[in-house]
């Protein structure tokens, strides 16, 4: 595979929940991978995102992640808080990609030709592995801030607006993970305030 043929897909995870980073994946696959399975990583079993992520990192040509933080998520909003890290996750790709294929209808700001692909993540098989090592790594992530956070038990909801999880944050107030631009993070601390 010549490098002047290289595509890289992208995808995010971590748009919807109200804790933690958002996290992207940049990765561009050899045309051969002969990776079985791959689409969409909300539609995969936990042990199969993880099999699958460990045979990407493998296989991939090169493979890489991207991130904005709980406070950029809520100065930039999370639109563009996820770009950023999409942008962040091509940047530390050490391969240059030809072009770039991400998940949905917007497109970050690239230094390449870039494409977005409604449904890519189901659809692209470098965009399904891209949403898969995104997934496993936030999920891993806020598996190891359950046990600096215990009292939100985030290793069950992943930061998702779960019953679980807003009742927690109404037990126990906002932590310095929680997004305080968004809803129900937002509505909390506005009652506390009056």
Not at 71 to 96: G, H
Not at 139 to 159: N, T, V
Request: glycine share 6%; charged share 25%; proline share 6%.
């Amino acid at each position: 595979m010549s490098p002047e043929s290289y595509t890289a897909g992208v995808d995010e995870a971590g748009r919807g929940p109200l804790a933690g980073p958002v996290i992207a994946a940049a990765v561009i696959l050899p045309a051969d991978h002969g990776l079985e399975g791959l689409t969409d990583s909300k539609k995969l079993t936990e042990a199969r995102r993880e099999k699958l992520a460990a045979a990407i990192r493998e296989q991939a040509v090169a493979w890489a992640l991207g991130r904005a933080e709980v406070e950029e998520i809520d100065r930039l909003n999370i639109l563009q808080a996820s770009l950023l890290a999409m942008q962040r996750a091509v940047a530390a790709l050490d391969v240059r990609p030809r072009q770039v294929l991400v998940d949905g209808n917007r497109c970050p700001d690239l230094d390449c030709p870039v494409e977005a692909i409604v449904r890519g993540d189901a659809t692209v098989p470098a965009i399904s592995a891209a949403s898969i090592l995104a997934k496993v790594a936030r999920d891993r992530e806020m598996c190891e801030l359950d046990a600096r956070y215990p009292q939100y038990q985030l290793a069950r909801h992943k930061g998702y607006p779960t019953r679980v999880h807003l009742e927690a944050l109404a037990e126990h107030g906002v932590s310095v993970i929680h997004r305080r631009s968004f809803g129900p993070v937002r509505r909390l601390l506005e009652a506390a305030e009056s």
